[in-house]
Nanobody, 127 residues
Framework: QLQLVESGGGLVQSGGSLRLSCAIS????????ITWFRQAPGKERESVSC????????NYDDSDKGRFTTYRDNAKNTAYLQMDSLKPEDTAVYYC????????????????????WGEGTLVTVSS
């Protein structure tokens, strides 16, 4: 059973930066693609980005491109979401999820494809 624990959330001013971590235990980290999701108050959860087992990342929202960077450190069993130039509309609970897939260069943005989820970490961006 894989466990995912997010950390790094908090309160930051508009224009600031945060780095979220997703620490994984209980299984072979290298075998899982990681997807970041977020859920803003009153809105549905949406995918933010994903990173394949081979380390290729994809951002899903045009407004995030250039501001958000996803990467992983297999030696530390941890995935990261670096968020720069944060905006108030980035305020949300951020979740990481793991997808056991067998295609090194593929990662999914679909919630139904995820095998394991973290509990989430709250990011609040003040204006």
């Amino acid at each position: 059973q894989l466990q995912l624990v997010e950390s790094g959330g908090g309160l930051v001013q508009s224009g600031g930066s945060l780095r979220l971590s997703c620490a994984i235990s209980g299984g072979p980290f290298n075998n899982y693609a990681i997807t970041w999701f977020r859920q803003a108050p009153g809105k549905e959860r949406e995918s933010v980005s994903c990173i394949t087992t081979s380390g290729t990342s994809t951002n899903y929202d045009d407004s995030d491109k250039g501001r958000f960077t996803t990467y992983r450190d297999n030696a530390k069993n941890t995935a990261y979401l670096q968020m720069d130039s944060l905006k108030p509309e980035d305020t949300a609970v951020y979740y990481c999820a793991a997808d056991r897939n067998y295609v090194p260069d593929y990662c999914s943005r679909s919630e139904s494809a995820m095998d394991y989820w973290g509990e989430g970490t709250l990011v609040t961006v003040s204006s």
